[in-house]
Protein backbone atom coordinates (compact mmCIF):
# COMPACT_ATOMS: atom_id res chain seq x y z
CA UNK A 1 0.00 0.00 0.00
CA UNK A 2 2.89 2.23 0.77
CA UNK A 3 4.99 1.16 -2.74
CA UNK A 4 5.67 3.90 -4.70
CA UNK A 5 3.00 3.39 -7.74
CA UNK A 6 3.25 4.32 -11.37
CA UNK A 7 0.98 6.98 -11.84
CA UNK A 8 -1.28 6.59 -15.11
CA UNK A 9 -1.41 10.41 -15.48
CA UNK A 10 -0.22 12.25 -18.49
CA UNK A 11 2.63 13.59 -16.50
CA UNK A 12 5.87 11.50 -16.57
CA UNK A 13 5.28 10.33 -13.16
CA UNK A 14 6.58 8.24 -10.42
CA UNK A 15 4.05 9.00 -7.71
CA UNK A 16 1.24 7.77 -6.62
CA UNK A 17 -1.10 11.08 -6.31
CA UNK A 18 -4.22 11.68 -4.47
CA UNK A 19 -6.62 15.20 -5.44
CA UNK A 20 -8.15 17.38 -3.09
CA UNK A 21 -11.51 18.90 -2.84
CA UNK A 22 -12.56 21.85 -0.42
CA UNK A 23 -16.13 22.30 -0.27
CA UNK A 24 -17.22 25.76 0.99
CA UNK A 25 -14.44 25.72 4.09
CA UNK A 26 -15.17 28.55 6.50
CA UNK A 27 -12.82 29.14 9.54
CA UNK A 28 -12.79 31.57 12.48
CA UNK A 29 -10.50 32.78 14.87
CA UNK A 30 -13.35 33.80 17.62
CA UNK A 31 -15.42 36.58 15.87
CA UNK A 32 -11.99 36.78 13.29
CA UNK A 33 -13.65 34.62 10.15
CA UNK A 34 -10.74 34.17 8.34
CA UNK A 35 -11.73 31.76 6.08
CA UNK A 36 -15.23 33.01 4.40
CA UNK A 37 -16.40 29.93 1.73
CA UNK A 38 -13.64 28.71 0.40
CA UNK A 39 -14.23 25.78 -2.49
CA UNK A 40 -11.24 24.43 -4.40
CA UNK A 41 -10.24 21.57 -6.34
CA UNK A 42 -7.12 20.23 -6.97
CA UNK A 43 -6.84 17.09 -9.44
CA UNK A 44 -4.51 14.19 -8.91
CA UNK A 45 -0.88 15.00 -10.52
CA UNK A 46 -2.23 18.63 -10.45
CA UNK A 47 -0.07 21.95 -8.97
CA UNK A 48 -1.86 24.29 -7.38
CA UNK A 49 0.15 27.83 -6.47
CA UNK A 50 -2.19 29.93 -4.06
CA UNK A 51 -1.12 33.54 -3.88
CA UNK A 52 -2.68 36.80 -1.97
CA UNK A 53 -1.66 39.45 0.16
CA UNK A 54 -0.42 38.72 3.82
CA UNK A 55 -3.48 37.76 6.22
CA UNK A 56 -5.83 36.62 2.96
CA UNK A 57 -5.81 33.15 5.00
CA UNK A 58 -3.72 31.13 2.75
CA UNK A 59 -1.83 29.14 5.37
CA UNK A 60 -4.85 29.11 7.23
CA UNK A 61 -6.55 26.91 4.15
CA UNK A 62 -3.33 24.80 4.19
CA UNK A 63 -3.69 24.16 7.44
CA UNK A 64 -7.26 22.92 7.09
CA UNK A 65 -6.73 20.88 4.75
CA UNK A 66 -4.57 18.53 6.71
CA UNK A 67 -6.46 19.36 10.19
CA UNK A 68 -3.43 21.10 11.56
CA UNK A 69 -6.56 23.77 11.95
CA UNK A 70 -10.17 22.60 12.54
CA UNK A 71 -12.26 24.04 9.87
CA UNK A 72 -15.48 25.61 11.24
CA UNK A 73 -18.09 24.63 8.74
CA UNK A 74 -17.33 22.70 5.46
CA UNK A 75 -15.40 19.74 4.06
CA UNK A 76 -12.23 18.56 2.72
CA UNK A 77 -11.56 15.67 0.39
CA UNK A 78 -7.83 14.00 -0.25
CA UNK A 79 -7.64 10.98 -1.57
CA UNK A 80 -10.28 8.76 -0.01
CA UNK A 81 -10.40 10.60 2.93
CA UNK A 82 -13.45 13.16 4.36
CA UNK A 83 -10.61 14.88 6.52
CA UNK A 84 -13.56 16.77 8.47
CA UNK A 85 -15.42 13.69 9.06
CA UNK A 86 -15.65 13.87 12.93
CA UNK A 87 -14.87 10.04 13.00
CA UNK A 88 -11.81 10.11 10.48
CA UNK A 89 -8.53 8.74 11.39
CA UNK A 90 -6.48 11.95 11.63
CA UNK A 91 -3.35 10.18 11.41
CA UNK A 92 -3.69 7.85 8.68
CA UNK A 93 -5.24 10.71 6.60
CA UNK A 94 -2.07 12.93 7.71
CA UNK A 95 0.20 9.77 6.05
CA UNK A 96 -0.91 10.74 2.65
CA UNK A 97 0.08 14.86 2.88
CA UNK A 98 3.17 15.86 3.14
CA UNK A 99 3.96 19.30 4.69
CA UNK A 100 6.46 22.08 4.11
CA UNK A 101 6.48 25.06 6.12
CA UNK A 102 8.20 28.19 6.03
CA UNK A 103 10.17 27.51 9.25
CA UNK A 104 11.39 23.86 8.01
CA UNK A 105 10.70 22.50 11.81
CA UNK A 106 13.20 20.19 11.31
CA UNK A 107 13.81 18.10 14.59
CA UNK A 108 16.64 19.63 15.58
CA UNK A 109 17.62 16.38 18.07
CA UNK A 110 17.76 13.89 15.21
CA UNK A 111 20.24 14.22 11.89
CA UNK A 112 19.46 14.41 8.87
CA UNK A 113 18.84 10.59 8.22
CA UNK A 114 16.53 10.36 11.73
CA UNK A 115 14.57 12.97 10.25
CA UNK A 116 13.40 11.05 7.50
CA UNK A 117 13.32 7.72 8.92
CA UNK A 118 11.69 8.38 12.55
CA UNK A 119 8.10 8.43 11.28
CA UNK A 120 8.26 5.58 8.70
CA UNK A 121 9.52 3.43 11.96
CA UNK A 122 7.66 5.06 14.09
CA UNK A 123 4.14 5.11 12.40
CA UNK A 124 4.65 3.33 9.26
CA UNK A 125 6.68 0.28 11.52
CA UNK A 126 9.05 -0.03 8.84
CA UNK A 127 12.80 -1.46 9.64
CA UNK A 128 15.23 0.60 10.30
CA UNK A 129 17.29 -0.50 7.63
CA UNK A 130 14.17 -0.13 5.21
CA UNK A 131 13.60 3.53 6.84
CA UNK A 132 16.81 4.39 6.10
CA UNK A 133 16.98 2.87 2.33
CA UNK A 134 13.72 4.81 1.61
CA UNK A 135 15.22 7.88 3.40
CA UNK A 136 18.66 8.34 1.53
CA UNK A 137 16.81 7.64 -1.72
CA UNK A 138 14.59 10.70 -0.65
CA UNK A 139 17.66 12.63 0.69
CA UNK A 140 19.55 12.01 -2.83
CA UNK A 141 16.59 12.97 -4.51
CA UNK A 142 16.64 15.97 -3.33
CA UNK A 143 20.53 16.30 -3.89
CA UNK A 144 21.74 16.08 0.10
CA UNK A 145 22.93 12.44 0.03
CA UNK A 146 26.01 13.25 0.91
CA UNK A 147 24.91 15.09 3.99
CA UNK A 148 22.91 12.43 5.49
CA UNK A 149 24.97 12.49 8.56
CA UNK A 150 24.51 16.07 9.26
CA UNK A 151 22.18 18.07 12.08
CA UNK A 152 19.93 20.35 11.07
CA UNK A 153 21.91 22.94 12.71
CA UNK A 154 24.87 22.34 10.82
CA UNK A 155 23.14 22.79 7.23
CA UNK A 156 22.51 25.73 5.58
CA UNK A 157 18.54 27.10 5.24
CA UNK A 158 18.26 25.72 2.10
CA UNK A 159 19.88 22.48 2.81
CA UNK A 160 17.59 22.47 5.56
CA UNK A 161 14.32 22.69 3.21
CA UNK A 162 15.33 20.59 1.00
CA UNK A 163 15.71 17.71 4.09
CA UNK A 164 12.00 18.63 5.26
CA UNK A 165 11.00 17.94 1.50
CA UNK A 166 12.91 14.93 1.82
CA UNK A 167 11.09 13.87 5.25
CA UNK A 168 7.69 14.48 3.87
CA UNK A 169 8.35 12.54 0.52
CA UNK A 170 9.57 9.45 2.79
CA UNK A 171 6.37 8.73 4.34
CA UNK A 172 5.54 8.21 0.95
CA UNK A 173 2.41 11.45 0.67
CA UNK A 174 0.15 10.95 -1.84
CA UNK A 175 -0.14 15.28 -1.80
CA UNK A 176 2.28 17.81 -0.59
CA UNK A 177 1.53 21.28 0.96
CA UNK A 178 4.12 23.65 0.98
CA UNK A 179 3.73 27.07 3.11
CA UNK A 180 6.21 29.74 1.50
CA UNK A 181 8.70 27.23 1.34
CA UNK A 182 11.24 29.80 0.57
CA UNK A 183 10.32 33.08 2.33
CA UNK A 184 12.88 32.42 4.81
CA UNK A 185 15.65 31.00 2.96
CA UNK A 186 18.55 32.96 1.95
CA UNK A 187 18.50 34.00 -2.15
CA UNK A 188 21.19 32.22 -3.37
CA UNK A 189 19.30 28.95 -1.92
CA UNK A 190 16.06 29.06 -2.88
CA UNK A 191 16.76 28.06 -6.49
CA UNK A 192 17.86 24.36 -4.97
CA UNK A 193 14.57 24.37 -3.27
CA UNK A 194 12.81 25.51 -6.35
CA UNK A 195 14.47 22.76 -8.17
CA UNK A 196 13.43 20.29 -6.00
CA UNK A 197 10.03 20.93 -6.37
CA UNK A 198 9.65 21.67 -10.07
CA UNK A 199 11.03 17.93 -10.36
CA UNK A 200 8.47 16.83 -7.33
CA UNK A 201 5.78 18.13 -10.40
CA UNK A 202 7.48 16.38 -12.90
CA UNK A 203 7.06 13.31 -11.36
CA UNK A 204 3.29 14.10 -10.85
CA UNK A 205 2.91 14.82 -6.89
CA UNK A 206 -0.01 16.57 -6.43
CA UNK A 207 1.06 19.87 -4.94
CA UNK A 208 -0.88 22.87 -3.12
CA UNK A 209 1.68 25.95 -2.70
CA UNK A 210 1.55 28.87 -1.29
CA UNK A 211 4.25 31.06 -2.55
CA UNK A 212 5.48 34.37 -3.45
CA UNK A 213 8.15 33.17 -6.51
CA UNK A 214 5.55 34.39 -9.06
CA UNK A 215 8.40 32.67 -11.65
CA UNK A 216 7.91 29.27 -9.89
CA UNK A 217 4.15 29.89 -10.39
CA UNK A 218 4.14 30.53 -14.06
CA UNK A 219 6.66 27.42 -15.25
CA UNK A 220 5.41 25.14 -12.84
CA UNK A 221 1.97 25.76 -11.75
CA UNK A 222 -1.05 24.54 -14.03
CA UNK A 223 -3.33 26.62 -11.95
CA UNK A 224 -2.73 29.95 -10.02
CA UNK A 225 -5.47 30.73 -7.19
CA UNK A 226 -5.79 33.87 -5.74
CA UNK A 227 -6.58 34.57 -2.66
CA UNK A 228 -7.53 37.68 -0.73
CA UNK A 229 -9.80 38.47 2.64
CA UNK A 230 -10.56 34.64 3.19
CA UNK A 231 -12.34 33.86 -0.70
CA UNK A 232 -11.01 33.11 -3.35
CA UNK A 233 -10.85 36.35 -5.71
CA UNK A 234 -9.93 34.66 -9.07
CA UNK A 235 -7.98 31.32 -10.49
CA UNK A 236 -7.40 29.98 -13.52
CA UNK A 237 -4.04 29.07 -15.76
CA UNK A 238 -1.35 30.07 -14.67
CA UNK A 239 0.19 31.91 -17.23
CA UNK A 240 -3.61 33.74 -17.67
CA UNK A 241 -3.87 34.90 -13.92
CA UNK A 242 -0.41 36.12 -13.99
CA UNK A 243 0.25 37.92 -17.06
CA UNK A 244 -3.71 38.85 -17.74
CA UNK A 245 -5.63 39.26 -14.49
CA UNK A 246 -9.12 40.07 -14.82
CA UNK A 247 -9.55 41.39 -11.09
CA UNK A 248 -8.16 44.37 -9.58
CA UNK A 249 -7.66 43.14 -6.63
CA UNK A 250 -4.94 40.70 -8.50
CA UNK A 251 -3.69 43.64 -10.53
CA UNK A 252 -2.99 45.53 -7.61
CA UNK A 253 -1.42 42.48 -5.78
CA UNK A 254 0.63 41.28 -8.93
CA UNK A 255 1.63 44.57 -9.32
CA UNK A 256 3.29 45.19 -6.23
CA UNK A 257 4.60 41.61 -6.10
CA UNK A 258 6.25 41.56 -9.70
CA UNK A 259 7.76 45.53 -9.45
CA UNK A 260 11.12 45.63 -8.38
CA UNK A 261 10.54 48.75 -6.69
CA UNK A 262 8.36 46.56 -4.09
CA UNK A 263 10.62 43.87 -3.52
CA UNK A 264 10.63 44.04 0.23
CA UNK A 265 6.84 43.74 -0.02
CA UNK A 266 7.57 40.73 -2.15
CA UNK A 267 9.73 38.78 -0.10
CA UNK B 1 39.20 68.83 40.72
CA UNK B 2 37.25 66.65 37.92
CA UNK B 3 38.30 63.26 37.84
CA UNK B 4 38.63 61.39 34.77
CA UNK B 5 36.52 58.02 33.88
CA UNK B 6 40.07 56.04 34.09
CA UNK B 7 41.03 57.98 37.56
CA UNK B 8 37.69 57.25 39.24
CA UNK B 9 37.35 53.23 38.21
CA UNK B 10 40.74 53.02 39.83
CA UNK B 11 39.53 55.05 43.15
CA UNK B 12 36.81 52.68 43.14
CA UNK B 13 39.24 49.73 43.03
CA UNK B 14 41.63 50.94 45.81
CA UNK B 15 38.58 51.78 47.69
CA UNK B 16 37.22 48.33 47.34
CA UNK B 17 40.40 46.36 48.32
CA UNK B 18 40.93 48.62 51.56
CA UNK B 19 37.28 47.57 52.89
CA UNK B 20 38.47 44.46 52.31
CA UNK B 21 41.60 44.50 54.04
CA UNK B 22 39.51 46.03 57.06
CA UNK B 23 37.55 43.20 57.31
CA UNK B 24 39.73 40.64 57.35
CA UNK B 25 41.85 41.97 59.84
CA UNK B 26 38.73 42.76 62.09
CA UNK B 27 37.95 39.03 61.71
CA UNK B 28 41.37 37.48 62.17
CA UNK B 29 41.80 39.87 65.19
CA UNK B 30 38.35 39.17 66.68
CA UNK B 31 38.97 35.19 66.17
CA UNK B 32 39.13 33.06 68.90
CA UNK B 33 42.09 30.51 67.30
CA UNK B 34 42.89 28.65 70.16
CA UNK B 35 39.09 27.51 70.65
CA UNK B 36 38.92 27.28 66.57
CA UNK B 37 41.73 24.76 66.79
CA UNK B 38 39.99 22.26 69.06
CA UNK B 39 36.69 23.00 68.16
CA UNK B 40 36.25 23.85 64.77
CA UNK B 41 39.84 22.79 62.43
CA UNK B 42 40.85 19.56 64.59
CA UNK B 43 41.77 17.06 61.93
CA UNK B 44 43.76 15.26 64.62
CA UNK B 45 40.90 13.10 65.69
CA UNK B 46 38.83 12.31 63.04
CA UNK B 47 40.56 9.38 61.64
CA UNK B 48 37.73 6.99 63.06
CA UNK B 49 35.42 8.72 60.87
CA UNK B 50 37.54 6.82 58.33
CA UNK B 51 37.01 4.50 56.52
CA UNK B 52 33.17 4.57 56.97
CA UNK B 53 32.23 8.04 56.29
CA UNK B 54 32.69 7.00 52.70
CA UNK B 55 31.90 3.38 52.55
CA UNK B 56 28.18 3.58 54.24
CA UNK B 57 28.11 7.57 54.46
CA UNK B 58 29.07 8.73 51.23
CA UNK B 59 27.55 5.50 49.52
CA UNK B 60 23.81 6.28 51.46
CA UNK B 61 23.64 9.78 50.81
CA UNK B 62 24.21 9.03 46.76
CA UNK B 63 21.40 5.64 46.85
CA UNK B 64 18.88 7.96 48.66
CA UNK B 65 19.43 10.93 46.26
CA UNK B 66 19.67 8.59 43.58
CA UNK B 67 16.41 6.93 44.53
CA UNK B 68 14.70 10.25 45.54
CA UNK B 69 15.56 11.74 42.07
CA UNK B 70 14.26 8.83 40.12
CA UNK B 71 10.87 9.05 41.43
CA UNK B 72 11.11 12.82 41.45
CA UNK B 73 12.35 12.87 37.71
CA UNK B 74 9.43 10.40 36.56
CA UNK B 75 6.64 12.05 39.07
CA UNK B 76 7.84 15.27 38.09
CA UNK B 77 7.25 14.30 33.83
CA UNK B 78 3.81 12.58 34.65
CA UNK B 79 2.92 16.17 36.69
CA UNK B 80 4.40 18.64 34.03
CA UNK B 81 2.04 16.50 31.46
CA UNK B 82 -0.67 16.48 33.21
CA UNK B 83 -0.19 20.38 34.09
CA UNK B 84 -0.10 20.88 30.05
CA UNK B 85 -3.08 18.70 29.56
CA UNK B 86 -6.13 19.59 28.06
CA UNK B 87 -8.67 18.07 30.83
CA UNK B 88 -8.79 20.52 34.06
CA UNK B 89 -8.92 18.54 36.74
CA UNK B 90 -5.49 17.22 36.02
CA UNK B 91 -4.34 20.41 35.73
CA UNK B 92 -6.20 21.44 38.86
CA UNK B 93 -5.16 18.34 40.70
CA UNK B 94 -1.09 19.20 39.20
CA UNK B 95 -1.55 22.54 40.17
CA UNK B 96 -2.24 21.68 43.60
CA UNK B 97 0.15 18.90 44.46
CA UNK B 98 2.96 21.13 43.00
CA UNK B 99 2.34 24.52 45.54
CA UNK B 100 1.51 22.25 48.62
CA UNK B 101 4.77 20.17 48.34
CA UNK B 102 6.76 23.14 47.10
CA UNK B 103 5.10 25.02 50.40
CA UNK B 104 6.03 22.75 53.06
CA UNK B 105 9.31 22.07 54.64
CA UNK B 106 10.72 18.99 53.15
CA UNK B 107 11.64 17.84 56.79
CA UNK B 108 7.70 17.61 57.17
CA UNK B 109 7.29 15.06 54.66
CA UNK B 110 10.09 12.48 55.72
CA UNK B 111 8.51 12.65 58.97
CA UNK B 112 4.95 12.20 57.89
CA UNK B 113 6.52 9.40 55.05
CA UNK B 114 8.17 8.16 58.44
CA UNK B 115 6.02 8.37 60.92
CA UNK B 116 2.82 9.41 59.84
CA UNK B 117 1.57 7.07 57.01
CA UNK B 118 2.90 3.97 58.47
CA UNK B 119 1.14 4.59 61.97
CA UNK B 120 -2.06 5.32 59.80
CA UNK B 121 -2.14 2.34 57.66
CA UNK B 122 0.16 0.37 59.69
CA UNK B 123 2.47 -0.71 57.65
CA UNK B 124 6.44 -0.60 58.17
CA UNK B 125 8.80 0.60 55.69
CA UNK B 126 11.72 0.25 55.74
CA UNK B 127 14.72 3.53 55.64
CA UNK B 128 15.45 3.52 52.20
CA UNK B 129 11.76 3.23 51.22
CA UNK B 130 11.04 6.73 53.30
CA UNK B 131 14.11 8.48 51.79
CA UNK B 132 12.77 7.65 47.91
CA UNK B 133 9.57 8.89 48.81
CA UNK B 134 9.89 11.56 50.95
CA UNK B 135 12.71 12.80 48.26
CA UNK B 136 11.08 11.96 45.13
CA UNK B 137 7.33 13.35 46.11
CA UNK B 138 9.36 16.68 47.10
CA UNK B 139 11.29 16.82 43.94
CA UNK B 140 8.86 15.67 41.72
CA UNK B 141 6.96 19.47 42.45
CA UNK B 142 10.18 21.19 42.17
CA UNK B 143 10.96 18.91 38.67
CA UNK B 144 7.43 19.25 37.43
CA UNK B 145 7.75 23.00 36.86
CA UNK B 146 11.69 22.59 35.45
CA UNK B 147 10.05 20.56 32.98
CA UNK B 148 6.46 22.13 32.39
CA UNK B 149 8.90 24.87 31.50
CA UNK B 150 10.75 23.35 29.23
CA UNK B 151 8.03 21.54 27.14
CA UNK B 152 6.71 24.88 27.16
CA UNK B 153 10.11 26.13 25.47
CA UNK B 154 10.07 23.54 22.09
CA UNK B 155 8.93 25.49 19.69
CA UNK B 156 4.91 24.73 18.64
CA UNK B 157 6.52 23.78 14.78
CA UNK B 158 7.86 20.71 16.23
CA UNK B 159 4.67 19.05 17.60
CA UNK B 160 3.11 20.18 13.93
CA UNK B 161 5.82 18.69 12.23
CA UNK B 162 5.61 15.59 13.58
CA UNK B 163 1.89 15.59 13.84
CA UNK B 164 1.91 16.23 9.47
CA UNK B 165 3.83 13.09 9.44
CA UNK B 166 1.50 11.01 11.13
CA UNK B 167 2.43 10.82 14.60
CA UNK B 168 -0.20 10.51 17.01
CA UNK B 169 0.04 12.95 20.22
CA UNK B 170 1.63 10.72 22.77
CA UNK B 171 4.18 9.81 20.00
CA UNK B 172 5.16 13.21 18.71
CA UNK B 173 5.29 13.85 22.42
CA UNK B 174 7.98 10.75 23.44
CA UNK B 175 9.59 10.77 19.95
CA UNK B 176 10.09 14.55 19.31
CA UNK B 177 9.21 16.82 21.92
CA UNK B 178 9.82 15.44 25.17
CA UNK B 179 13.96 14.70 24.26
CA UNK B 180 14.27 18.28 23.07
CA UNK B 181 12.75 19.19 25.95
CA UNK B 182 15.34 17.47 28.61
CA UNK B 183 17.89 19.04 26.82
CA UNK B 184 16.63 22.04 27.71
CA UNK B 185 16.25 21.56 31.31
CA UNK B 186 19.46 19.54 31.77
CA UNK B 187 21.59 22.52 33.14
CA UNK B 188 18.50 22.79 35.79
CA UNK B 189 17.93 19.62 36.41
CA UNK B 190 21.39 19.14 37.30
CA UNK B 191 20.87 21.97 40.11
CA UNK B 192 17.59 19.95 41.21
CA UNK B 193 20.28 17.15 42.32
CA UNK B 194 22.03 19.49 43.74
CA UNK B 195 19.22 20.78 46.42
CA UNK B 196 18.25 16.84 46.51
CA UNK B 197 21.61 15.88 47.50
CA UNK B 198 21.26 18.39 50.81
CA UNK B 199 18.00 17.59 51.23
CA UNK B 200 18.85 13.57 51.92
CA UNK B 201 20.26 14.72 55.64
CA UNK B 202 16.83 14.90 56.29
CA UNK B 203 16.64 11.57 56.82
CA UNK B 204 18.12 11.95 60.44
CA UNK B 205 14.83 12.49 61.60
CA UNK B 206 13.87 9.05 61.13
CA UNK B 207 16.19 7.46 63.53
CA UNK B 208 18.95 5.53 61.51
CA UNK B 209 20.84 2.50 62.22
CA UNK B 210 24.48 2.56 61.87
CA UNK B 211 24.14 1.04 58.16
CA UNK B 212 21.63 3.57 56.91
CA UNK B 213 24.04 6.40 58.30
CA UNK B 214 24.29 9.18 55.65
CA UNK B 215 27.19 11.97 55.65
CA UNK B 216 25.16 14.68 57.95
CA UNK B 217 24.70 11.86 60.53
CA UNK B 218 28.33 11.01 60.64
CA UNK B 219 29.01 14.70 61.16
CA UNK B 220 26.77 14.73 63.99
CA UNK B 221 27.42 11.61 65.48
CA UNK B 222 31.13 12.25 65.12
CA UNK B 223 30.78 15.18 67.10
CA UNK B 224 29.46 13.79 70.41
CA UNK B 225 31.73 10.89 70.23
CA UNK B 226 35.15 12.33 68.84
CA UNK B 227 35.96 15.08 71.04
CA UNK B 228 36.65 17.38 68.09
CA UNK B 229 33.91 19.85 68.42
CA UNK B 230 32.57 20.42 65.35
CA UNK B 231 35.16 19.01 62.94
CA UNK B 232 33.04 16.12 62.29
CA UNK B 233 30.69 18.04 60.26
CA UNK B 234 33.19 19.85 58.38
CA UNK B 235 34.40 16.99 57.33
CA UNK B 236 30.90 16.03 56.28
CA UNK B 237 30.35 19.20 54.45
CA UNK B 238 33.36 18.65 52.11
CA UNK B 239 32.10 15.40 51.36
CA UNK B 240 29.01 17.09 50.13
CA UNK B 241 30.88 19.09 48.11
CA UNK B 242 32.68 16.29 46.43
CA UNK B 243 29.24 15.55 45.18
CA UNK B 244 27.37 19.08 44.35
CA UNK B 245 30.72 20.70 43.38
CA UNK B 246 31.43 18.34 39.56
CA UNK B 247 27.72 18.71 39.24
CA UNK B 248 27.60 22.43 39.31
CA UNK B 249 30.22 21.51 36.83
CA UNK B 250 28.31 19.43 34.82
CA UNK B 251 25.16 22.16 34.73
CA UNK B 252 27.85 24.85 33.60
CA UNK B 253 28.90 22.41 30.83
CA UNK B 254 25.37 21.74 29.87
CA UNK B 255 24.71 25.21 29.92
CA UNK B 256 27.35 26.00 27.54
CA UNK B 257 26.31 23.70 25.22
CA UNK B 258 22.93 23.86 24.61
CA UNK B 259 23.70 27.70 24.08
CA UNK B 260 26.10 26.47 21.27
CA UNK B 261 23.89 24.27 19.70
CA UNK B 262 21.29 26.99 20.05
CA UNK B 263 23.05 29.80 18.44
N1 LIG C 1 -4.00 30.76 15.64
C1 LIG C 1 -4.60 31.93 15.28
N2 LIG C 1 -5.35 32.60 16.16
C2 LIG C 1 -5.95 33.76 15.81
N3 LIG C 1 -5.85 34.33 14.61
C3 LIG C 1 -5.13 33.69 13.67
C4 LIG C 1 -4.45 32.47 13.97
N4 LIG C 1 -3.80 32.07 12.85
C5 LIG C 1 -4.05 33.01 11.93
N5 LIG C 1 -4.83 33.99 12.40
C6 LIG C 1 -5.33 35.16 11.64
O1 LIG C 1 -5.88 34.69 10.45
C7 LIG C 1 -5.61 35.58 9.38
C8 LIG C 1 -5.03 34.78 8.23
O2 LIG C 1 -3.79 34.25 8.62
P1 LIG C 1 -2.92 33.35 7.65
O3 LIG C 1 -1.70 33.01 8.39
O4 LIG C 1 -3.74 32.25 7.11
O5 LIG C 1 -2.58 34.36 6.48
P2 LIG C 1 -1.58 34.18 5.29
O6 LIG C 1 -2.34 34.46 4.05
O7 LIG C 1 -0.88 32.88 5.39
O8 LIG C 1 -0.57 35.38 5.52
P3 LIG C 1 1.02 35.43 5.32
O9 LIG C 1 1.27 35.70 3.88
O10 LIG C 1 1.43 36.57 6.17
O11 LIG C 1 1.57 34.12 5.79
C9 LIG C 1 -4.69 36.64 9.92
O12 LIG C 1 -5.46 37.80 10.14
C10 LIG C 1 -4.21 36.08 11.23
O13 LIG C 1 -4.03 37.11 12.15
MG1 LIG D 1 1.10 32.28 5.84
Given at each position: ??????????RSG?V?????????????????????????????G?V?C??????????????????????????????????????????????????V????????????????????????????????????????RVG??????????????G??QR??I???L??????M?F??PT???????VGDVLAVMRNLAKEGM?M?V?T?E?GFAREVAD???????????????A????????????????????????????? | ???????????????????????????????????????????????????????????????????????????????????????????????????????????????????????????????????????????????????????????????????????????????????????????????????????????????????????????????????????????????????????????????????????
Open positions: MNDVVQNADDAKAAGVSITDLRKSYGSNEVLKGISLEVKPEVLIGPSGSGKSTLLRCVNLLEQPNVGSVHVGGFEATDPDVDIDKMRRKVGMFQQFNLFPHLSALGNCTISQTKVLKRSQADASAVAMRNLELGHLSDRFPDELSGQQVAARASMDPELLDESALDPETTLVHMRVVFMDGGVVVEEGVEQVISAPTHARTKEFLRRVLDPTHIDIAE | MAMTARQRARVSLYVQAGIFVVAMVALILATDWETISTSVFNFGKIGPMFPDIILVGLKNTLIYTALGFMVGLSGGLLLALMKLSSFPLYRWLATGYIEFFRGIPALLVFIAFGYGVPLAFGVSWNVTVVAMISLGMVAAAYIAETLRAGLQAVPKGQMEAARSLGMPQWRAMISIVIPQAFRIVLPPLTNEVILLTKDSSLIYVLGLTASQYELTKFGRDGISSLGAGLTPLLVAGAFYLVITIPLSLLARKFESRSARTKR
